[in-house]
């Protein structure tokens, strides 16, 4: 109870929504041990339970899994080969720390598939798809919002960002052009996206940053939707390509 005698009301965290479609990549083997490995190590990477950096005792990653050293070995060679980690002679492995190059040539890349991806929608999508994908960018919206407001936690910031790629690769889904879905997904453009905004800590956005792209793509020509993603892309770039600058200066032993 206040002083005043009046309630605290602490800010209330909204629920993240159920996305139409998931964002996980596909294992061959989603139940093995390396696969599940894969999945946990990776998700705390994406959460920053694992920072850009971080070293990683394979030893140390199977005792918190409660599975063997073999398979956390092969979910790291996986997570080096995507880019994830990585490994150096007589060092070890850790979490890599991203280059200036890496982040403009995954820009390069992300804008390219996306603006693509967005311009199909322009022109493919139906009118409860274009609904959909608006009510999706208002609440992406106001999922940040909250973070910004201080009533998130990494968890919730992990589901907020699940959501954020969700609505992306909702966009290439209604594209209808499978190979383009495919290559935005494989190439984690937006995985790559999410850990260079989260080692930077970029969390300030427009109110309404997501719900003006989706408005563009819902009733703009394909033209001024391949735009309105290129702007989008290249919003904060140089926010991100600044923090990274500053983290490849502090980084000794590795490069």
């Known amino acids: 109870m206040a ?18 479609a998931a964002g996980a990549g ?7 041990l390396a ?20 070293s990683l005792s394979r030893r140390k990653l ?6 063997s050293v073999p398979p956390v070995m092969e979910a790291l060679q996986r997570l080096e080969s995507e880019g994830l980690v990585e490994s150096k002679p007589r060092v070890g ?22 603006m693509q991806a967005a311009r199909l929608f322009a022109e493919r999508a139906s009118p ?4 959909e994908l608006l009510q999706m960018g208002r609440q992406v919206d106001q999922l940040y919002a909250s973070c910004e407001a201080g009533v998130s ?26 190979v383009l879905r495919d290559a935005i997904e494989k190439e984690q453009v937006l995985v790559f996206n999410w850990i260079y905004e989260t080692a930077v800590k970029r969390r300030s956005l427009a109110s309404d940053y997501h719900a003006r792209l989706t408005r563009v793509l819902a009733a703009g020509t394909p033209a ?3 735009e309105a993603m290129q702007q989008h892309i290249r919003h904060g770039l140089r926010e991100i390509l600044d923090g990274l600058g500053q983290l490849e200066a502090d980084d000794t032993g590795w490069r």
């Open 153 to 178: 936690n990494r968890d919730f910031l992990f589901s907020v960002n699940t959501y954020h790629m969700n609505l992306h690769l909702r966009i290439a889904d209604c594209a209808r052009c499978p």
């Open 26 to 32: 596909n294992d061959a083997t989603p139940n093995s």
């Open 93 to 114: 492995t850790r979490v890599r720390i991203p280059t200036r190059q890496d982040v403009e040539d995954r820009s390069l890349l992300r804008e390219a598939l996306e």
């Open 224 to 226: 001024e939707a391949a």
């Open 35 to 54: 696969a599940l490995a894969y999945r946990e190590i990776r998700n705390q990477i994406l959460r920053g339970d694992l920072p850009v950096g971080v």
């Open 128 to 131: 409860a798809e274009k609904k």
């Open 62 to 67: 199977a005792g918190e899994l409660k599975i």
């Open 3 to 20: 002083p005043s005698g009046r309630k605290i009301v602490k800010a209330k965290r909204p629920a993240v929504p159920a996305p139409p």
